[in-house]
């Protein structure tokens, strides 16, 4: 009589093991595209910060220029003022 308590391997494969590996592989494409388009929004919002901090720089570098362009003029104007009240 032989032992049939031991290991046994079937060759067919259950529906449901099929329907399962299925659903996973839909599932797992889904949460991958979804995965795309959040870090494609990522990409583009960091592109838009990007280009906001380069615009907010030139503002900031363009204001400096123009407050040293003014001191210097204020400069010149006290060194007039200066040399006027002292050069009589």
Do not use: C
Request: proline share 1%; hydrophobic share 40%.
């Amino acid at each position: 009589m032989s032992d049939r308590r031991g290991w046994h391997v079937d060759k067919g494969i259950p529906i449901a093991v099929i329907i399962t590996v299925v659903m996973l592989a839909v599932s797992i494409s889904r949460d991958q595209s979804k995965q795309d388009e959040r870090i494609s929004l990522v990409e583009t919002s960091v592109h838009m910060l990007q280009q906001a901090r380069l615009n907010d720089q030139e503002r900031a570098e363009k204001n400096f220029d123009e407050l040293k362009a003014d001191l210097r003029a204020m400069n010149a104007k006290l060194d007039r003022l200066i040399e006027n009240e002292y050069g009589r």
